[in-house]
């Protein structure tokens, strides 16, 4: 596994876990994980990367890294490309305006005879800021960058594999290095702990998502 494809597995930049944003070694192998899902391969193969100081602690995973791949059979299907949607920031405008309610500052403000009172903004939430209503020409939304619309996964759009909800982006790395995963025994599960997956020269664990197994039925519309 090159070094690009591991860190395709690290944490991004904006989700402020700077340790998780590159590969490292430990040991005999090289891991890579975003915190929701881990990759591993033998270092031989990943000979460019060292180890760290500021490495995560695997104690709490090595166990599970240790379970057997044997039955990791189930196949994770093609995902598709990362989805569209609208922008809830801007309400797909791509802009952002002074909310007229609280001028732009986020706060409310009013007095009675005996006391003076400061509320949040029901109409920005907070933000000073409103999606359509408003005065001026307004801000470029900071969120699509003024598109209207962002390319992302979200959590709603799980796929079901092997009775287990993963998240898509994880679903679709598991893919592109050809990963399996181990069979829910149990029929359509919600997990808290991780699930074995294992590909052709690495392996690692992925940790479902915390998905109603009825929702999770639906979605896949047949058995697990």
């Known amino acids: 596994m090159n070094i690009e494809t591991l860190k395709a597995f690290c944490a991004k930049p904006d989700a402020g876990r700077q340790n998780l944003e590159t590969p490292f070694r430990v040991g005999e192998h090289v891991y890579a994980t975003s915190g929701w899902m881990i990759v591993r391969v033998p270092a031989a193969d990943a000979p460019d990367v060292g180890e760290r100081d500021d490495a995560p602690n695997l104690?709490?995973?090595?166990?599970?890294?240790?379970?057997?791949?044997?039955?990791?059979?189930?196949?994770?299907?093609?995902?598709?490309?990362?989805?569209v949607h609208e922008c809830e920031a801007c309400d797909g405008n791509g802009k952002l305006y002074f909310c007229d309610e609280c001028e732009g500052e986020g706060d409310v403000y009013w007095d009675t005879a005996r006391h003076s009172y400061e509320a949040t903004c029901n109409e920005c939430y907070g933000t000073g800021k409103s999606d359509s209503s408003g005065t001026g020409e307004g801000e470029t939304c900071d969120k699509c960058g003024g598109k209207g619309e962002i390319q992302e996964?979200?959590?709603?759009?799980?796929?079901?594999?092997?009775?287990?909800a993963l998240h898509p982006t994880n679903a679709r790395l598991l893919r592109s290095v050809g990963g399996r995963i181990k069979r829910s025994p149990h029929g359509f599960r919600s997990a808290l702990k991780p699930i074995r997956w294992a590909a052709v020269g690495c392996d690692g664990v992925v940790r479902p998502m915390e998905v109603d197994p009825q929702m999770m039925e639906q979605r896949a519309g047949a058995t697990p």
Request: charged share 30%.
């Open 59 to 83: 104690a709490h995973i090595l166990s599970a890294l240790e379970a057997s791949t044997d039955d990791c059979t189930e196949e994770v299907p093609d995902v598709g490309p990362v989805p």
């Open 153 to 164: 996964d979200r959590e709603e759009d799980f796929i079901v594999v092997g009775g287990w």
